[in-house]
């Protein structure tokens, strides 16, 4: 009838403790907080959902069957405890060398370039290196690459990202797909009218090719010309 409905399925609860050489780790967070889900990414054809947990990695979770860590942030085990002078986590001992290679906490949002017959790739905010690395969506736990959103010659790059969003469709004068990420500090510096600082973050759009053509990675035919 044109409307969109929906139905309860399941609930999960993230484990918020994990086992490490020599004991249980727990990721250090604020006083009375555990670790916190940030960026999540529907894959329908597979019948999953991705989930990152800021300072523990990203989850694989099947509609039916047990959550999956396919990857971990770099900080994974290291021991840690809030600063209350800081408002900060700082470590407390030595890293255990149990976590991952590719992303440096927190890790934050997700997003599908799909592809026809469930090809595509999975893309994740490293946001503590300001980079986005780049999975194979059939094998999520194959690494294929990671990139940046570098300032160009009249706007600034992407830093410290909280989300993105990929389409291989044609979305105006992107004709071969669209990334638009997040700039949680974009620039220059904007004012308020106290003529004080203030927050200032934007969204930067990324044509498809810029990102595919460094890593090799698939571009949905279109009418793209390298001379544009």
Same mark, same amino acid.
């Given at each position: 009838a044109g409307t969109i409905t929906y139905r309860h399925v399941r609930d999960l609860d993230l484990p918020t403790s994990f086992p490490v050489p020599g004991g249980t780790w727990t990721p250090c967070e604020d006083p009375g907080e555990g670790p916190q889900v940030e960026g999540m990414v529907a894959d329908p054809e597979h019948r999953v959902l991705y989930a990152a947990q800021e300072d523990v990695g990203i989850w694989r979770i099947p509609l039916k069957g047990a959550p999956r860590l396919i990857d971990r942030v770099k900080e994974y085990g290291v021991p840690a405890a809030y600063n209350p002078e800081t408002d900060e986590c700082e470590p407390t001992g030595p890293d255990p060398g149990v976590g991952g290679e590719h992303i440096t906490a927190d890790a934050e949002g997700l997003t599908i370039y799909r592809q026809d017959g469930g090809d595509g790739y999975l893309i994740a905010s490293s946001q503590g290196d300001n980079t986005f690395v780049v999975y194979d969506r059939e094998d999520p736990t194959h690494y294929i690459g990671r990139f940046r959103v570098a300032p160009?010659?009249?706007?600034?790059?992407?830093?410290?990202?909280?989300?993105?969003?990929?389409?291989?469709?044609?979305?105006?004068?992107?004709?071969?797909?669209?990334?638009?990420?997040?700039?949680? /500090?974009?620039?220059? /510096?904007?004012?308020?009218?106290?003529?004080?600082?203030?927050?200032?973050?934007?969204?930067?759009?990324?044509?498809?090719?810029?990102?595919?053509?460094?890593?090799?990675?698939?571009?949905t035919p279109g009418d793209w010309d390298p001379r544009d």
């Amino acid at each position: 009838a044109g409307t969109i409905t929906y139905r309860h399925v399941r609930d999960l609860d993230l484990p918020t403790s994990f086992p490490v050489p020599g004991g249980t780790w727990t990721p250090c967070e604020d006083p009375g907080e555990g670790p916190q889900v940030e960026g999540m990414v529907a894959d329908p054809e597979h019948r999953v959902l991705y989930a990152a947990q800021e300072d523990v990695g990203i989850w694989r979770i099947p509609l039916k069957g047990a959550p999956r860590l396919i990857d971990r942030v770099k900080e994974y085990g290291v021991p840690a405890a809030y600063n209350p002078e800081t408002d900060e986590c700082e470590p407390t001992g030595p890293d255990p060398g149990v976590g991952g290679e590719h992303i440096t906490a927190d890790a934050e949002g997700l997003t599908i370039y799909r592809q026809d017959g469930g090809d595509g790739y999975l893309i994740a905010s490293s946001q503590g290196d300001n980079t986005f690395v780049v999975y194979d969506r059939e094998d999520p736990t194959h690494y294929i690459g990671r990139f940046r959103v570098a300032p160009g010659t009249t706007v600034d790059g992407s830093e410290v990202c909280d989300g993105a969003m990929v389409t291989s469709a044609p979305v105006g004068r992107f004709r071969n797909g669209l990334l638009v990420v997040h700039d949680g /500090e974009n620039s220059p /510096e904007a004012v308020d009218e106290n003529g004080e600082v203030r927050e200032n973050t934007n969204f930067k759009f990324v044509a498809w090719e810029d990102v595919a053509q460094p890593l090799d990675l698939d571009i949905t035919p279109g009418d793209w010309d390298p001379r544009d």
